[in-house]
């Protein structure tokens, strides 16, 4: 078994500002997109000009947000250069 392949069709490293819109699972996707934004190293060789990352994520129940609890800690207690709303 292999896959899935994929990839994101925007190049984002031209932009200061990423808005992350999902529904349910849909926010998997952009789960790596925010660790990268987290890791310095990686951050600067793809996403330069990054400064803030908006998460709009919607939920059936809010246990789902227990999906991705430790990812969105990080990204709250980030006091970096980049701001995350």
């Given amino acids: 078994l292999e896959g899935p392949y994929g990839y994101l069709g925007v190049s984002l490293g031209h932009y ?28 600067q060789q793809h996403l330069p000009n990054l400064k803030c990352v908006w998460l709009i994520w919607t939920v059936q129940r809010g246990e789902h947000v227990e999906w991705f609890k430790a990812l969105l800690a990080q990204c709250a207690q980030t006091t970096g250069e980049v701001e995350f709303r």
């Fill in 16 to 43: 200061s500002t990423v808005v992350c819109v999902a529904g349910g699972i849909g926010v998997t996707p952009m789960a790596p997109l925010l660790a990268m934004a987290l890791d310095k190293s990686k951050r």
